[in-house]
């Protein structure tokens, strides 16, 4: 005979975390797909005057009201990022999808969307990805045996956000440290996502192999 489980307070307690959870997951997945896909003048950020027409954060304004803090948040500055790599390069396909893994991996950490729901909603802007067959990245020279990331000094090739901020602080042609061999601290899209030191900034930033060169 099965034992029927016993609920108590503390299980109702986990049952509304979860559905807590869940309801969060989907109002950040939401909203991701609405400011991929929304203009940037339509946008409060854009109508404060907090970023320009291209999104890119006009230093000369502060943020201060309680209106310009909510305009551009954390969430903001990240899905701006992704925004901006996007429109840089014309007929997004594959291979540029998995070179800013990191950014998105970015937007993983911070929401704790799952990769597939980040997956839907870049299918949802139309990028017409076949998600079982993404490229693997070529610099592979840079890691051992291992998955491990070789130590030495890396050059940035493109602009990474902060790990803690959202904002673009490590810019590329910067230089990156690696002290030993670096484990994976995750990976997203079947790529190894690293954690390496910024000496211009003193902060770690989070890349792939297609974020550096030598």
């Not at 996007?86 to 999808?97: M, S």
């Not at 990805?129 to 030495?152: A, M, T």
Request: glycine share 6%; aromatic share 10%; net charge positive.
């Amino acid at each position: 005979m099965r034992t029927l489980k016993k609920y108590t307070t503390e299980n109702v307690t986990e049952l509304k975390e979860g559905a807590i959870s869940r309801v969060a997951d989907l109002f950040y997945a939401f909203r991701f797909l609405r400011l991929l896909t929304q203009k940037w003048e339509t946008t409060p950020a854009f109508k404060l005057g907090l970023i320009d027409k291209d999104g890119k954060r006009l230093k000369d304004k502060k943020i201060e009201t309680p209106g310009e803090k909510s305009a551009y948040t954390i969430f903001h500055r990240l899905v701006f990022n992704v925004k901006r790599l996007i429109q840089k390069i014309p007929g997004i396909g594959k291979t540029t999808l998995v070179r800013y893994a990191a950014a998105l991996y970015l937007i993983k950490e911070h929401t704790h969307m799952s990769e597939g729901q980040i997956k839907k909603i870049m299918d949802k802007i139309e990028l017409d990805l076949d998600w079982d067959n993404l490229p693997l990245q070529e610099s592979k020279w840079f890691v051992n045996i291992l998955g491990e990331l070789n130590p030495g000094n890396y050059t940035l090739v493109n602009d990474i956000a902060s790990i803690d901020t959202g904002e673009m602080i490590a810019m590329a042609n910067s230089k990156v440290k690696v002290y030993t061999s670096e484990k994976p601290h995750d990976t997203f899209l079947g790529e190894s996502i690293y954690k390496v030191y910024h000496p211009k900034t003193g902060q770690h930033i989070f890349i792939t192999n297609g974020d550096i060169t030598r």
